[in-house]
Each structure stands twice: as C-alpha cells, then as structure tokens.
C-alpha cells in the first residue's frame, strides 16, 4: 500500500474490524477490513481512516463495537453519523499508476476533501467532509468517468451529497 496521505496514529487508536459479504464477483476482495479509530471508552469508537472497501460508514461516525474473545473489536452499528462521505474510485487513467492516483488525490483536494491511494487495483478513497465543494466534486467525478480516467462510488453519502446530486442537470 503506497501512502499518498498521511495518517497520524497514536496510543489512543484501535483497529475496528468490519465484516463483509463477498459478491458472486468476488467484490470486495476480502471478508473483513480493519480501520483505525480512537477509543471513546464507552463502547464505541470514531473511525479515523477512510474505508477502502465497507459501506455505510465515513472517517468520524461513531460505531458501537464489540470485542471478542481475542479482544478484537468488531463494528456494530453506527451511533452518531459523521457528516463526511467516502467516494472511491478505480483510476484507470495512466493504469492506475502511483502518479494517477497522487494527481487525483491532489485534484479533489483542491476541492475539500481528503484521501489516500493502495496500489492493489489502483484505488483512491476520498473523505469528503461537509465543507467541502460537492457539487464541484460530483461533476468532477462524472466528468472523469464519462472521459474513461476511472470508475467511482458511493461508499456512504449524507443528504447533502444525495440533495446536490438530484440538483444537477435535472
């Protein structure tokens, strides 16, 4: 995994186990993600890390965990929605290349959000917090797939992504 972004880890972080369902396409390519969070203490934890592969969740929300036998902790359900998105995209362009990706990232932070890229399948993940332009960011995203630079999806939106898309182009 190539760091395009950063991402600051100290004591107070736990990996948070996500199960998943496999599709007959073998999508998503394993069975569980593990994403950073910090320990709130009372049972739930606030993701950190923007999720490659699990849906319905964002960097910020908060997730109720229970931890196992071997003291893992695994995700329950979302207590306190974050107001941020997750879009991730297959950049095609350049074939994905680490150069692909570090332009894109660059691209849509110029927009608001931030990201980071794997090497494996030549993905970005963006968090996308509320502040950030969405409507820029949707055209964007459409532009690019309409001009074959990569495929993207909807991770986990907010009603304020969903309102921007029904406003556009009409």
Known sequence: MDDDAVTNISDAHVKVHFRMEIDED???PASVESLWAVDLGDGTV???NTPWFVRGVASGDVIRVNVDDDGLRW???TVLPSDN???RLIVLKDGGSAA???TVLETFHQLGTTGEGIE???MVALDVPPEADIQRIQTLLEHGEANGWW????????AAWEASASTKGG
């Open 100 to 102: 692909a990706r570090q």
């Open 151 to 158: 495929h993207w999806e909807e991770g986990c939106v907010t």
């Open 46 to 48: 606030r993701l950190d």
């Open 75 to 77: 995700a329950g359900e």
């Open 85 to 87: 998105c997750t879009i």
């Open 120 to 122: 494996r399948f030549g």
């Open 26 to 28: 073998g999508w998503p």
